[in-house]
């Protein structure tokens, strides 16, 4: 069966400049609980650094393309900045600079000591051979590379990102260098702990797994996006007993009220390229999958997905946050109001950040731990960072992404404070 996928970003993705709002109204709201003053909330609201790039692309037949890239370091009072690299060809520098303030927040927020960056290109990784992707990444390491290094500012994999893109970084930044840096990216070589997708799938399960409050035996879950953080997530709610019963990428959604068969879709989407067509389920909509009555709903595909349009109509008890961003601060009042709890993205997927920072330490020390001492670790930090937001969520009458920005945002102006501004 063939399907059409559609090229362009669906009109509910919010733009650059959207994102980057939200995230400062998320900022000016834990400012508030906070009681800072307007200078420490203009400096946590601007990126220390941005650079904009032109990428020159050799394609494949000869000529030659130019793509926009940027990296923005947010803040990096706490430690180097850390944070992904997104191929997409909706990215751009206010959706950027929104995502690595959230990457600030959700370092701080699981106390580790790293600041917040992100990077991207505005380019669709699938209109491009392996060849072509490798020379535009090489290349954009080049144009960054004043920015990076292991003790200022690493990437990890992002949307339309992943391993591979990271042996290329390092390999990139290694040869300039004159020596192999293995910490300069993390999410590089997978094996010697859960890959950063996986560890991030691992996270959202357990955050989602201490937000449900009950057994996860036959409680259904709706997962928007089957990418990498997306299709683990689902696989490992439904290894803890959990019935996930829809699924979406950018061509649709399937659905089967059984449950679906993951393993044969995993398979279905190798082959294919996409979740529609799936054979042992029923298409539905993109939107339908937000409305359906389930116990979970997990948005793990790109910011704005919830918005005051689908909120109404989101059935779902729990929102736990893959994606970074997807719920955008009017869509939060209106489920807080319908009573569905919505557990952030700076604290449902952290994982991943939390087991970059664990393999970053290994690398930097030449010293590695079993994959058993690092999952544990991992669990560990999401564990008490979950019971730290849930207990000051409790006490102050906040809601759980309140409450993760008001402990991040403080932890952050407090290392600004205690180190004074200079000169
Ligand atoms: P990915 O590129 O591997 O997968 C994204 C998936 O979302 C794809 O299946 C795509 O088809 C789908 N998608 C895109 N738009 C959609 C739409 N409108 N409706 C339904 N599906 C749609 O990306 P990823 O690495 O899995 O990242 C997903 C989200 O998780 C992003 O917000 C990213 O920032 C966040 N995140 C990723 C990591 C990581 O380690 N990769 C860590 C933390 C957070």
Redesign the pocket.
Known sequence: MSVMVPSK??A??TSGRQALDTALYQLGQAADHLGLGDGLRTMLGTPRRSLTVSVPVRRADGHMDVVQGYRVQHNVSRGPAKG?LRFHPGTDIHQVTA?AMGMTWKCALADIPYGGAKGGVAVDPATLDIRELERLTRRYVNEILPMMGPDNDIP?????TDERTMAWILDAYSVNAGHALPGVVTGAAPGDSPG??GA?SRGVQIAALSALGRSPEGATVAV???????ALTAQYLADAGCKVVAV???SGAVYAPGGLDLAGLRAWVAESGHVLGYRHADALG?DELFELDVDVLVP????G?ITEANAPRVRARLVVE???GPTTPEADEILTANGTTVVPDILA?AG?VIVSYLEWVQVMQAYSWSVEQAERRMRDLMAGTYAEVTTLAARRGLTLRQAAHVIAVGRVAEAHQTRALLP
């Open positions: 970003t669906p509910q993705i992904g995502l990890s994999p992002d949307v339309g950063q997708a991030t928007q996006g089957f990418g990498k953080v997306g979406s990428d950018l993109h793990a595909a790109l910011e997905a893959g994606a970074n997927n991943g």
